[in-house]
């Protein structure tokens, strides 16, 4: 799944869930295998990976920005986004350098059932999660 779609979900859980920070920092973990079951379109299947992966990246920096800057998000909550993200760094980085390895990861080993299908469902369904997530980090704040 894309960065940005761990990123909106580590900040909507980091902004609703009460818990102690070690707990919230396994359960945005948790959160990225559990999306990576979630039938999705990811673009490391796709042309232009590296159009894509900037496009996500920068979604995703901009997303943190908008709300350290405009919603005064405490450092904390802000830095479960990129932590749920994290794992598909090794993704990414395998990648850009055009090999398939292993990954360290549970949901990016080969035999996890990875969620695939089309563009069009993929990113609607990851579109209608970003939105859900905001709703909560707006309503949670
Ligand atoms: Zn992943």
Known sequence: MWVIVHVCVGLAIGAAVG???WLL???VLASHVLL???PHWDYTVADRQ???GALDFG???LTLVLCLVFLKTPWSVLALGPISGAPDFEVLVNTLHGRRRDYWF???WRRFPHG???PLLGISVQAAIMVASAAV???AR
Do not use: E
């Open 19 to 21: 818990a102690p920070y």
């Open 25 to 27: 920092v396994l359960i």
């Open 36 to 38: 990576d079951l979630v």
């Open 50 to 52: 590296m159009l894509w």
């Open 59 to 61: 979604a995703s920096l």
């Open 106 to 108: 549970p949901s990016h």
């Open 116 to 118: 695939r299908c089309g």
């Open 137 to 139: 980090f707006l309503a």
